[in-house]
């Protein structure tokens, strides 16, 4: 062990090295990046430590696109905007919002990815054995299929899944988990007689899937997408005023189950 390397090595990294007037970014240096990536190709670069292909971060930047907010009933647009009136800075306000993102609200992306996986092992004649087996260990629910307002057709999904048939054709991706998505959406109709339509969760999982995105980095990568809407939210109601705004306006009250009476 050479001097000092025990605090050197304290923190190792492949993503950045630099000294007084150099930074190298995954082995690059930083002025060959600014102006040449894309900021999805910057992301994928980072996290990923490999670059993209033109027609693979266009489906990435499609992804990212495409779940940036759901309007400010989602819990994370919420807490945002509820934090923004209570006297916080706007980064505070969008670290609320970001905190609400977990396993039910956010993480159903990397459900989906699972799914996926589950069923791709499976093989193409084991959809029937595959979904049995899926919910037996995690119940009736399948993530990334089914939305509460968006019906027949969440609108998001066939764009997202029109591009990934595209970089297909191209050679950029398998085409294999689009094909999953769709024989998941096709079975479940056919079960239920009526659409249950693939929901944005489930066509970014199958982009992230495509490009061989593991399951919780494609989860942060959603939670980066919101962060945007979290942002826009935060700052048009920071625009908008307001002093501690609860969920429903003051003249709505909540309903009392305890013991006694409630006027």
Same mark, same amino acid.
């Given at each position: 062990?050479?001097?000092?390397?025990?605090?050197?090595?304290?923190?190792?990294?492949?993503?950045?090295?630099?000294?007084?007037?150099?930074?190298?970014?995954?082995?690059?240096?930083?002025?060959?990046?600014?102006?040449?990536?894309?900021?999805?190709?910057?992301?994928?670069?980072?996290?990923?430590?490999?670059?993209?292909?033109?027609?693979?971060?266009?489906?990435?930047?499609?992804?990212?696109?495409?779940?940036?907010?759901?309007? &400010?009933? =989602? +819990?994370?647009?919420? *807490?945002?905007?509820?934090? @923004?009136?209570?006297?916080?800075?706007?980064?505070? %306000?969008? $670290?609320?919002?970001?905190?609400?993102?977990?396993?039910v609200?956010?993480?159903?992306?990397?459900?989906?990815?699972?799914?996926?996986?589950?069923?791709?092992?499976?093989?193409?004649?084991?959809?029937?054995?595959?979904?049995?087996?899926?919910?037996?260990?995690?119940?009736?629910?399948?993530?990334?299929?089914?939305?509460?307002?968006?019906?027949?057709?969440? &609108?998001? =999904? +066939?764009?997202?899944? *029109?591009?990934?048939?595209? @970089?297909?054709?191209?050679?950029?991706?398998?085409? %294999?988990? $689009?094909?999953?998505?769709?024989?998941?959406?096709?079975k479940?109709?056919?079960?239920?007689?009526?659409?249950v339509?693939?929901?944005?969760?489930?066509?970014?999982?199958?982009?992230?899937?495509?490009?061989?995105?593991?399951?919780?980095v494609?989860?942060?990568?959603?939670?980066?997408?919101?962060?945007?809407?979290?942002?826009?939210?935060?700052?048009?109601?920071?625009?908008?005023?307001?002093?501690?705004?609860?969920?429903?306006p003051?003249?709505?009250?909540?309903?009392?189950?305890?013991?006694?009476?409630?006027?």
């Open positions: 062990m050479t001097e000092g390397s025990d605090v050197s090595d304290w923190w190792r990294t492949s993503i950045i090295d630099m000294e007084p007037g150099r930074i190298d970014i995954r082995g690059t240096p930083i002025q060959d990046l600014i102006g040449n990536l894309s900021f999805p190709e910057m992301i994928w670069l980072m996290v990923m430590g490999t670059p993209l292909g033109p027609v693979q971060a266009k489906l990435f930047e499609a992804a990212l696109v495409s779940a940036v907010d759901h309007g &400010p009933q =989602a +819990p994370s647009i919420a *807490a945002a905007r509820m934090a @923004a009136t209570c006297g916080i800075g706007l980064q505070s %306000a969008m $670290a609320t919002g970001l905190n609400m993102l977990g396993d609200h956010g993480g159903a992306g990397e459900q989906a990815i699972a799914l996926y996986h589950h069923l791709e092992k499976a093989g193409p004649d084991g959809l029937e054995s595959g979904l049995s087996e899926w919910r037996e260990a995690h119940g009736r629910y399948l993530p990334g299929f089914g939305h509460r307002f968006h019906k027949p057709t969440d &609108p998001r =999904a +066939p764009r997202l899944l *029109a591009l990934v048939d595209e @970089a297909a054709e191209a050679g950029a991706v398998s085409g %294999a988990y $689009a094909a999953i998505g769709r024989m998941i959406e096709e479940l109709a056919r079960d239920r007689g009526a659409p339509p693939m929901n944005i969760d489930g066509a970014t999982a199958v982009i992230y899937a495509e490009l061989g995105c593991p399951g919780p494609a989860r942060g990568f959603f939670g980066l997408s919101r962060s945007v809407g979290i942002l826009a939210h935060a700052w048009e109601q920071t625009l908008q005023g307001g002093r501690n705004k609860g969920p429903t003051p003249h709505y009250r909540w309903r009392y189950t305890g013991d006694g009476h409630s006027n």
